[in-house]
């Protein structure tokens, strides 16, 4: 592999065998990595788009050498990750969303110096690090606090800043800002963004299904759905992909499932919906304003009430709509295909 880049994946999959609770307890697949293949350059932010269950996780905890694969290979550092995992961790940290770490005797301070002891840090500078690290996620006043008193967010902060104490040269981000507040979240986005300037030869996998937290972050994102990567390249290269098409948002009321409606209508196959107590937004991807001509008058006919129309620019969420056929919130699929 060469030495520029960072991570390379070769036809990976993962399989996980479940035994039904049947009388014949026949043990059945679930294929949570059907063959992906991807490469990161050195110095690189990359993102993995996906819904819950598309496969983000179980390629993160396999580069992290938590999961074998089933088959194919990968590389972290120019190590094989089957093959050689203990010379992998030397490279690598983690950070992972929701994540219940550390120990609940041990105050915050306590428990990232032994961390970074497990790194062989010196602890005079582990120590001015934990301090500058904890500054920044705004945990400064909870240092001596016992890790059982520290709530599902805070212990997150914890863990972010256990994953940059030993500035790893590849950092792995599995939903980091799960369960933070909006500030709180913008915050460590800035810190990263600021981290990989100063550090241009480290390299971050970030997993998210936050779009925005991925168009800020990354240089390139791979899509991914039901184990497959479907799209890859830069947010905007993406993007501009998308605008020879009408991206459009609608507002309608009276109505609180308009997929049934949408199935009747020819040529929309890719659309997502959120419903609001007052009504339901739809997102939709158009290749013509004939196609939204023939939407509207089958959602009047439904009884439905279009409150308003708006045509914008497409994001990366449109992206995943469009290479994937549905929202984040309908991994079934939404579509009338």
């Known amino acids: 592999m060469s030495s520029e880049l960072a991570i390379r994946t070769e036809d990976l999959r993962r399989v996980f065998r479940t035994r039904k609770r049947e009388a014949k307890k026949q043990k059945r697949e679930v294929v949570a990595l059907d063959g992906i293949a991807f490469e990161v350059p050195r110095g690189e932010l990359f993102g993995v788009l996906g819904p819950n269950g598309a496969g983000k996780t179980t390629t993160i905890k396999i580069l992290a050498t938590l999961l074998t694969p089933t088959s194919g290979h990968a590389w972290v550092a120019g190590i094989d990750v089957a093959t050689d995992p203990k010379a992998v961790r030397h490279h690598i940290g983690m950070v992972s969303g929701g994540e219940t770490s550390g120990y609940g005797l041990l105050t915050v301070e306590e428990n990232l110096w032994m ?6 840090m010196e602890t ?12 920044v996620v705004g945990l400064s006043d909870r240092a001596k606090t016992k890790i059982y008193h520290l709530s599902t967010g805070m212990r997150q902060k914890m863990n972010f800043v256990r994953g940059f104490l030993t500035e790893p040269e590849i950092l792995f981000l599995d939903e980091p800002t799960l369960g933070l507040d909006v500030q709180t979240a913008r915050t460590l986005r800035g810190f990263v963004s600021n981290w990989l300037r100063e550090h241009p030869d480290r390299t971050i996998l970030l997993t998210t ?7 800020e972050l990354c240089e390139r994102v791979a899509i991914i ?7 890859c390249g830069a947010p905007s290269n993406l993007k501009r992909d998308l605008k020879h098409e009408d991206v459009v948002r609608l507002r309608i009321g009276g109505l609180e499932d308009v997929r049934p409606i949408v199935a009747t209508v020819p040529s929309v196959s890719r659309f997502s919906q959120t419903a609001h107590d007052d009504c339901v937004e739809v997102d ?5 304003d004939a196609v939204l001509t023939g939407l509207l008058a089958a959602v009047e006919a439904g009884g439905g009430t279009l409150l308003s129309l708006e045509k914008r ?6 992206v995943f709509l469009d290479v994937v056929g ?3 919130e309908e991994p079934n699929g939404g579509g009338a295909s």
């Open 225 to 231: 759905d039901r184990g497959r990567i479907l799209a």
């Open 209 to 215: 299904h936050a779009m925005h937290e991925a168009d």
């Open 326 to 328: 549905h929202g984040f």
């Open 124 to 135: 005079r500078a582990a120590r001015a690090r934990i301090r500058e690290l904890l500054a």
């Open 115 to 120: 961390f970074s002891q497990f790194y062989g």
């Open 284 to 288: 939709v991807i158009l290749a013509n």
């Open 313 to 318: 620019a497409p994001t990366l969420e449109d």
